[in-house]
């Protein structure tokens, strides 16, 4: 690429917006040029109005931008969005009428039926649903977006296994306290323990991985007509989301062909070479406990998803763990391999 192409970030001053600052700090395509956030950072310098949680201080590419407001002007066309809930769907959607390109990490609009939920290894050709977006909504630009932390790690887990007909899964999460923002949750009740409760979150990881693993009907994504049951968990853990799951598969494979799916799992980012993909998406390490979060979370660049404790199960069929980095693969690093695809295919041009 001869010049960088100029992005901004909506939400930049929060906790997934300073991850954003963070991943695309070096980023070969993309230069960020341009921040937003709310009334109360509007005006500032974002050295001043992002207090920096992340390790570190203030990169500097960032650190003398004047934080503007969230809503068509003077933006970049490509925004990569982390605004608070709350807010997300009006700016949104008032930024894609603009013409932007919307890459969002934020819950809002995933499960609109115009709006791909992508997982480029998986389902890269959701982009379809670009078109028919514009075409419903008038928009110029268009909005995409990536899962939920825990859905990523899950789905690219299970992936490798469509091809032997997935039926029934069922997963149990241990999410990093770091999936929870700032200041997230109170010391006292994380310390030392187990919250088994975490909103809205096992609705959905259960719906998010059937429009993930769907396939494309015509203009539309048809779900997974598997069964997916999710139990999600707080652990005293600060990044890395690891979660256990027992599947059940319509063609009994044997272990060695299961070992063998994730190893050779690849995807479009792989073939495009996209700067974000990990040669290897989904690496199964056969040491009896592996992987973990501490010990293998930032491999990869935090990209991939490792896999562990492949065995047969005596309820579904088989079960095994996989462990991604929430924040990265989860967040940021999503959302940046999802631009890079959508440059890829032309839709930023
Ligand atoms: N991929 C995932 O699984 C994942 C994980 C965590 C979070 N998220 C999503 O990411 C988003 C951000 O989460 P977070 O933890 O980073 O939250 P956060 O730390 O509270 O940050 C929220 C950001 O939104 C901005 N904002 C708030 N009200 C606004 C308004 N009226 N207009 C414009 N900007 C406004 C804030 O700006 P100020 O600093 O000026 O207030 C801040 O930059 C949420 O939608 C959340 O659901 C996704």
């Known amino acids: 690429m001869e010049r960088r192409i100029e992005v901004g970030i909506l939400g930049a001053t929060g906790m997934v917006g300073q991850h954003f600052v963070k991943f695309l700090q070096n980023h070969p395509w993309f230069d960020v040029k341009w921040v937003g956030a709310s009334d109360r950072s509007v005006g500032k310098k974002y050295r001043d109005a992002a207090k920096w949680h992340l390790g570190g ?27 608070d809930s709350s807010v997300a769907t009006e700016i949104e959607q008032s930024l894609a009428k603009a013409g932007h390109v919307v890459v969002s990490n934020s819950r809002n609009h995933r499960m609109d ?25 008038g928009w110029s630009g268009q909005i995409a977006t990536n899962p939920n932390c825990s859905t ?3 789905t690219m ?20 306290i770091s999936g929870a923002g700032y200041p997230g949750v109170p010391s006292m009740d994380i310390s030392a323990n187990v919250i088994p409760f975490i909103g809205g979150e096992e609705e959905k990881m259960e719906i998010e991985t059937q429009k993930i693993l769907g396939d494309m009907n015509g203009d539309q994504v048809r779900p997974l007509a598997a069964k997916v049951s999710a139990h999600c968990n707080r652990v005293p853990v600060v990044d890395g989301h690891l979660v256990t799951v027992s599947v059940e598969l319509e063609n009994k494979p044997s272990e060695a062909d299961l070992r063998q799916a994730f190893e050779r799992f690849r995807g479009v980012p792989q073939e495009r070479k996209l700067p974000s993909a990990p040669e290897r ?40 763990i996989a462990l991604g980095h929430n924040t990265v693969r989860g967040a940021a690093g999503a959302a940046a391999l999802n631009a890079e695809l959508m440059y890829s295919e032309g839709l930023l041009d």
């Open 113 to 137: 039926a115009d709006v791909p939920l992508l997982v480029p290894e998986i389902n890269a050709d959701h982009l379809k649903l670009i078109p028919r977006q514009q075409a419903l909504r």
């Open 157 to 176: 887990g299970v992936a490798p296994l469509k091809p032997f007909g997935l039926k029934r899964i069922v997963v149990t999460t241990l999410q990093a």
């Open 57 to 83: 201080t203030t990169p500097e590419n960032v650190a003398d931008l004047t934080v503007e407001e969230c809503k068509p002007g003077n933006a970049p066309r490509l925004l990569f969005s982390a605004t």
């Open 281 to 320: 998406p989904v690496q199964y390490m056969p040491d009896q406990d592996r992987p973990q979060p501490r010990k293998d979370v930032e491999r990869e660049r935090g990209m991939a998803v490792f896999v562990g404790r492949l065995r047969s199960c005596p309820v579904l069929d088989y079960k095994f």
């Open 152 to 154: 990523v790690v899950l």
